[in-house]
């Protein structure tokens, strides 16, 4: 099978920065297991961010698809270029940057470089992570389903695609120790990527083709109702009780997948890699709530709300979904006690709801890029940190001290200010990056 | 008569681009058509009227408040529509409406069901599912449902039908009819323009090229067939614009208010032809040249 290279070209044009950044973590990363040896900094997951999740950002936008179907280019072609973009290549991509980090390690005299057994395991459990990931973005809903079946597919495929893109950050912190539990995990890994690269190779033109099709509920729908209901919250508040419920949900089910996999899986929950399993719901939880509030801008700024208050707002929107997090948390101590303990650090989740406020005042004054860019970055960041206190023997835990929430509540702070000098003077952010359409194809 | 919008020496630089210095006013009751090409500073100039964008220099006010100043109780007045808007994160028609109503003492659920029967929206629709007509008629609803003193209206008939258009003009003309509602509309639709604005303000590079009462500008405007021995020295002379040249032969439109019919004397044209404008045309000529 022959890529079509103008279309590789054009991938690869479009997302070199995202690839240099990986490049430079997962050096880091090659680096890092030369030296500690422990695999539970090996970016098994990390793939994904380099294929199925820069696959479906190009593809949110529905004209990419149409354009694409637009080429004088087969279709099979088209879908069998991205799927060797986002299964193989990829995987090729995230062992050779990790060796290659491993190996200038090892030449400047760290004792365990990555060895061939270990790099071809790398391999194909990426590849079929990346393969997995792949499969179930063929399956994302793209449109209002039109039957129960398409509702639990649709739905079924949502639950795997945020599990995977949250497992990509956090699966290697919590590779299990034995043996015996890494040979299963491995195998079924790998049935289930075999299984994903074979049905994504024939489903990735399909993929193509759904996200041209028109949304349904245009001119030809059924009747509606027209009657608005009465009664219960509005404006600022009914948005903040939203955003809480609904942080409240997804927070129990991401910790109940969490703590289920870390128990299935035998992994470690200690100080080394609590800062992940917390820093983790925060911005993935977060970045869920916040993240289409951005798209909304132009509507909430038109709206008789000062800058100060719009401001306010997006510290108060983390706040409340990050307090989601914080109620649901006990319920596990009913019958986890460890696990409790753990997690519930509060100075960390204060410095977690400043560090958010400020990855959005980046987006609103430097761009989304440099604000995922630091979203992306960061938790590996802390985690490593975090390995390097255990490694060094260094007593002060940043999960608990004081300092860690004060540092939180600067980071606030400066989130505000910068937010506030956004709001008011930076006209660019209002414009609509993320919605179906352009304004220069209507003017103005 | 008061006036609801006052803009003066308003002025924004960008790398490329730069508006004004513009002066812009809107009578309170009128419906007002904002016009202009492509990246003329339509939107500009009212994004920032909407505190999106600082602007460099200038002073704008509604309803004699100041629109930095007192930004709430200037928004507190203006139903604001455009395609550009997203309300995709409300999942719902309905949340969308839960969540604005929120915001204006002044909404009127009654209306609101009327406004959602006459463009068709369902409460329980998904936003993200409507066509691109029916998000900028939920976003009419959103703007209309609470009775504005002051309607800005950026585009609104993008992706609309034909009769979608209509329903919508009747509304306006109803609603500015009812009550004193001063209404700014920036549209390509031109004849919509022409119909319905009793003002217009045209806006070329950023500067304001004309204002005034939309009949008086189409009484003012003539298009001139003529032959003339120097076509290119007529075209620069004040309230000529060359609209069409063929050797000799050439289309000119002419400002009855300047003295242009003795500088047409004066370069030996010999007017062959005269007719009475229409918007488009006045639109078409002043944009190309």
Sequence with gaps: ?444 | MSNAIEIHGLTKNYSQFQLGPLDLTVPRGAIYGFVGPNGAGKTTTIDMLLGMGQPDGGLITVDGLDHVRDEVAVKQMIGYVSPDLNFQMWGKVGNAIRFVKGFHATWDDRHCEHLLKMFRIGVDEKIATLSFGSKIKLALILALAWRPPILILDEPTVGLDAVARHELFSELLESVGQEDRTVIISSHALADVERFADRMGFIKNGRMLLEGETAELIQRYRMVDCQSNEPQRLKQQPGIVLAKQDGQRCRVLVDRGEDSGNWLKQFGAQPTASAPVTLEELFVTLAKA
């Design chain 1, 1 to 444: 099978m022959q890529p079509n290279i103008l279309l590789l070209k054009d991938f690869y044009r479009r997302w070199w920065w995202a690839y240099l950044l990986g490049f430079l973590a997962l050096a880091g990363v090659g680096a890092g297991y030369a030296v500690s040896k422990s695999h539970s900094i090996l970016p098994i997951g990390g793939g994904a961010f380099l294929s199925a999740i820069l696959l479906a950002s190009d593809l949110n936008f529905r004209t990419n698809a149409r354009t694409l179907l637009s080429l004088p280019v087969r279709l099979t072609e088209i879908g069998r270029t991205y799927w060797l973009i986002c299964v193989l290549y990829s995987a090729l991509f995230v062992t050779g940057a990790t060796a290659l980090g491993s190996m200038i390690a090892a030449l400047l005299g760290a004792k365990h470089a990555l060895d061939t057994g270990e790099l071809f395991r790398m391999l194909y459990l990426t590849g079929a992570v990346n393969a997995i990931m792949l499969l179930t973005l063929t399956y994302l809903p793209h449109r209002q389903p039109e039957n129960t079946t398409e509702q639990l597919t649709g739905g079924f495929a949502g639950m795997v695609w945020g599990l995977g893109v949250g497992a990509s950050f956090s699966a290697p912190m919590f590779w299990p120790r034995s043996a015996q539990s890494q040979q299963s995990i491995t195998g079924i890994l790998l049935l289930a990527g075999v299984i994903s690269a074979i049905a994504a190779w024939h489903r990735c033109t399909v993929m193509l083709v759904n996200r041209t099709a028109p949304a349904a509920g245009t001119t030809s729908k059924k009747a509606s109702s027209y009657s608005l209901s009465t009664g219960g919250f509005s404006g600022l508040r009914w948005l903040l009780v939203r955003t809480f419920g609904q942080s409240i949900c997804f927070s129990l089910l991401m910790q109940f997948v969490l703590h289920l996999t870390m128990r299935l899986m035998g992994a470690p929950i200690n100080s080394a890699t609590m800062p992940t399993l917390i820093l983790f719901p925060v911005l993935f939880i977060s970045v869920l709530m916040l993240l289409p509030n951005m798209t909304a801008l132009r509507h909430l700024r038109s709206l008789p709300l000062s800058a100060k208050q719009l401001a306010l707002l997006f510290l108060a929107l983390p706040a409340v979904s990050i307090m989601g997090i914080f109620l649901t948390t006990p319920l596990y101590m009913l019958f986890d006690r460890e696990f409790f303990t753990h997690f519930f650090k509060l100075p960390l989740l204060v410095f977690g709801i400043g560090m958010f406020c400020l990855f959005l005042s980046l987006m609103l004054n430097i761009g989304v890029k440099w604000g995922m860019i630091g979203v992306v970055l960061v938790v590996p960041v802390i985690t490593m940190l975090a390995m390097l206190r255990q490694v060094l023997h260094i007593s002060w835990d940043i999960t608990t001290s004081p300092y860690t929430a004060f540092l939180g509540l600067v980071l606030l702070l400066v989130a505000y200010c910068w937010n506030l000098h956004a709001i008011r003077s930076r006209s660019k952010i209002y414009l609509p990056h993320f919605h179906l359409m352009g304004r220069n194809q209507f003017g103005g």
